[in-house]
Nanobody
Framework: QVHVAESGGDLVQAGGSLRLSCAAS????????MGWYRQAPGNQRELVAT???????NYADSVKGRFTISRDNAKNTVYLQMNSLKPEDTAVYFC?????????WGKGTLVTVSS
């Protein structure tokens, strides 16, 4: 079993910054990819940024140039640096880990951006 834990969500003013962290632990044989998704109230969960299995990075168009995903492979941790935050970035941010072909999700961390 793989355990996924996000942290770093907070209330921030528009234009501010936050850094989210996601750590995977447990019975990890290999990690194929790690990434961030978000879900705003009334909306479907959507991709924010992710490392693909091949090591490349995908960003949602809405966050390009403002958000940066990074990782520490030794710690099985992925980060999301979020700058120039907007009220529309308000959502619960989830980390997804793909390991040995299985998908694992954390419980999410809430980011609230006030105008």
């Amino acid at each position: 079993q793989v355990h996924v834990a996000e942290s770093g969500g907070d209330l921030v003013q528009a234009g501010g910054s936050l850094r989210l962290s996601c750590a995977a632990s447990g019975s990890i044989f290999s990690i194929n990819s790690m990434g961030w998704y978000r879900q705003a109230p009334g909306n479907q969960r959507e991709l924010v940024a992710t490392f693909t299995n091949g090591g490349s990075i995908n960003y949602a168009d809405s966050v390009k140039g403002r958000f940066t995903i990074s990782r520490d492979n030794a710690k099985n941790t992925v980060y999301l640096q979020m700058n120039s935050l907007k009220p529309e970035d308000t959502a619960v941010y989830f980390c997804r880990v793909v390991s040995s072909g299985m998908f694992y999700w954390g419980k999410g961390t809430l980011v609230t951006v006030s105008s």
